[in-house]
Nanobody, 120 residues
Framework: QVQVVESGGGLVQPGGSLRLSCAAS????????MGWYRQAPGKQRELVAR???????VYEDSVKGRFTISRDNAKNTVYLQMNSLKPEDTAVYYC??????????????WGQGTQVTVSS
């Protein structure tokens, strides 16, 4: 069993900052990619940022230069620093982790989501 738990969402004014955290726990041999998706009301879930096991990063175009993804491998934790937030960043943010739980077993585990609301 692998659990992924997010934290750090909330209400922030436009131009403000938030830092999301996501920790994977359970039976873990190693964690490969970790990342964040978001889903706004009435829209499809979209990739926000992704960090591979080798350290490569991918960002959605609208967050480049404003959001930074990082990870602490020792803690199986990924962070999303969000600066210069805009109302259009309002969404439920979901974390995922690609976890190897055995020599041959790999699973993508998702968190329950954390709400980010950007509003004055």
């Amino acid at each position: 069993q692998v659990q992924v738990v997010e934290s750090g969402g909330g209400l922030v004014q436009p131009g403000g900052s938030l830092r999301l955290s996501c920790a994977a726990s359970g039976i873990i041999f190693s964690v490969n990619a970790m990342g964040w998706y978001r889903q706004a009301p009435g829209k499809q879930r979209e990739l926000v940022a992704r960090l591979t096991g080798g350290g490569g990063t991918v960002y959605e175009d609208s967050v480049k230069g404003r959001f930074t993804i990082s990870r602490d491998n020792a803690k199986n934790t990924v962070y999303l620093q969000m600066n210069s937030l805009k109302p259009e960043d309002t969404a439920v943010y979901y974390c995922y982790a690609d976890v190897r739980y055995s020599a041959t077993g790999l699973v993508s585990s998702w968190g329950q989501g954390t709400q980010v609301t950007v509003s004055s």
